[in-house]
């Protein structure tokens, strides 16, 4: 089979006169590829051939799927899933949680350049790409694009890093431009402040002197890089962040940097006919609960889940709410509970009251999207930024999912279901985020297109990119000021010694005849 899939990636590569793509995606995370997803499509339907690694073959519908290869490594990505999982549902200590993911995804990375379809790709010496395209935050990858000379464009589906933003030349700044790891923003403490810059600091570090490190012995020894991967990250012409920056925080960024978000975005789509029967006859309307792809209300402790079918029994609304096992639960009949729903046709259903969400990126993306409300639920940390950014403009409520209260709960809902205000402030935060010239997908396709026409798009750096700390914050000047000044206060401090020890003669010495001193 895999051989089979080879062969066609040639036969693609050679007989179209579109581009030839390559996308290298890593990611377990099943919402990372829906990105990628439509990201893939858009430029199949433009008329582009690509060759796509992917854990997750066969699991999306392409509209041209004869453009589209897809190079499974799924094998090679299973047996590390159930890894992957507990690392990114584990709220504990965030510098040990970074290292393991660090760690784990080199090893996915791994594995999946040395499954048979990619060492077949790989050591092809004809094979030709005019552009080459990874996911941001698997820098092994990088090492394709100087495998293959060709232009580079890297995808985060999050928020994006740090060290991302700073190889475009974009200002980072740890209070003022958060990243998807941060916890605090906005209206914070000194104590936080110092949190974040820490928080900043340690992650600089463990990228630059541990996980950079470790990607560019592997990607040296798998795809036989030549030169540090820093230099490649460095050589990026492009990077899309799948996110709107209304959504996920503002920041200055230079045109090398494209925000490209709702490419998951799929309005129009219909409801299975008997689910949207059942949420037709829904009169008071209905509210939909659902903790994302990883996290699962199964999950959640005995007492929360009590709390939350108690909840649910006494709103006068029908309740969807994705959980798999009804058995560990008491369910309450204005309750429908499956493991999953179609999130996107269920949020655009006109009786859809409100949000109940853990707040991930994406979930918050359809809920402003199709303008519903949100009661959020972050059960980790670093979900808060973007619900906070979301519900500062009265689009939602926030509750502690560990420190739950029935009436509480209860009135939050209410609250955010029956008032009006939270609707229409949902209805503006969209117009605002996504009243532009070009939509995030627009975007996507023309700035790829524009990499592809023009070998590149270095012109777009900014200065910033690729210049040491020293020269950037222009420490030479700053050293050769402090070192003018220092000479400044020693000339002036022994001037004044001088001064000072004349005007002490002066003093210390009583006249004689001739108008003569003699010293006391």
């Not at 030839?20 to 990372?32: G, K």
């Not at 190079?71 to 504990?92: C, F, H, R």
């Not at 969209?430 to 700035?447: C, I, Q, T």
Request: hydrophobic fraction near 45%.
């Amino acid at each position: 089979m895999w051989l089979k899939s080879v062969f066609m990636v040639f036969v693609l590569i050679y007989h179209v006169e579109s581009a030839s793509i390559l996308a290298l995606f890593s990611s377990l995370s099943f919402t990372d590829h829906i990105v990628y997803r439509g990201y893939i499509s858009l430029l199949a339907q433009n008329g582009h051939s690509i060759v796509v690694m992917t854990p997750y073959p066969g699991h999306f519908q392409f509209p041209e799927v004869e453009k589209i290869i897809e190079l499974n490594v799924g094998p090679e990505s299973a047996s590390l899933w159930e890894e992957y999982k507990i690392l990114m549902t584990n709220t504990d200590d965030y510098y040990p949680r970074l290292k393991a993911l660090n760690e784990l995804s080199i090893k996915v990375a791994i594995a999946q350049l040395m499954s048979k379809q990619m060492t077949s790709l790989f050591m092809n010496p004809n094979v030709k790409f005019d552009l080459v395209i990874t996911e941001a935050d698997m820098p092994i990858l990088y090492a394709a694009a100087d495998k293959y000379k060709a232009p580079h464009i890297t995808i985060t589906a999050g928020s994006g890093k740090l060290h991302q933003y700073e190889a475009k030349g974009n200002p980072i700044h740890p209070i003022l431009y958060p990243d998807v790891n941060t916890i605090y923003h906005r209206d914070i403490s000194s104590w936080q402040k110092l949190v974040e810059v820490n928080r900043q600091y340690h992650s600089k570090n463990e990228y630059f002197y541990n996980f950079l490190p470790l990607c560019d012995i592997a990607a040296k020894k798998i795809l036989g890089l030549k030169r540090s991967l820093l230099d490649v990250e460095y050589d990026i012409d492009l990077l899309f962040v799948a996110g709107n920056p209304v959504l996920i925080g503002n920041r200055p960024t230079s045109p090398a940097t494209v925000y490209t978000d709702r490419l998951h975005i799929k309005p129009g789509l219909l409801l299975p006919p008997d689910l949207n029967a059942v949420l037709d006859s829904a009169k008071n309307g209905v509210i939909y609960f659902s903790l994302g792809t990883l996290h699962e209300s199964e999950q959640l402790e005995p007492k929360i889940l009590e709390v939350l079918a108690d909840t649910f029994r006494e709103l006068p609304f029908l309740v969807l709410w994705k959980l798999g096992n009804t058995t560990i639960i008491n369910k309450p009949d204005n309750v429908i509970a499956q493991m999953w729903f179609p999130q996107q046709e269920v949020l655009a259903h006109p009786n859809m009251k409100a949000f109940i969400t853990h707040g991930g990126l994406r979930s918050l993306e359809e809920a402003v999207f199709y303008e519903v409300p949100i009661v959020s639920f972050p059960i980790v940390k670093s979900s808060k930024v973007f619900i906070n950014e979301v519900t500062r403009h009265g689009t939602g409520e926030t509750v502690d999912p560990y420190y739950l209260e029935k009436e509480a709960l209860k009135s939050t809902i209410m609250a955010v279901a029956q008032n009006d205000m939270y609707k229409k402030a949902m209805a503006k935060l969209k117009s605002a985020a996504y009243d532009s010239f070009l939509s995030g997908p627009e975007a996507a396709v023309m700035w790829t297109e524009y990499v592809i026409r023009n070998g590149g798009a270095r012109m777009l750096r900014a200065p910033a990119a690729e210049i040491s700390f020293f020269k950037y914050y222009m420490l030479d000047i700053v050293s050769l000021l402090l070192i003018i000044i220092c000479i400044g206060i020693y000339l002036a401090y022994k001037s004044l010694c001088y001064v000072m020890r004349l005007l002490r003669l002066r003093i210390l010495r009583k006249p004689i005849a001739g108008g003569k001193y003699k010293a006391l």
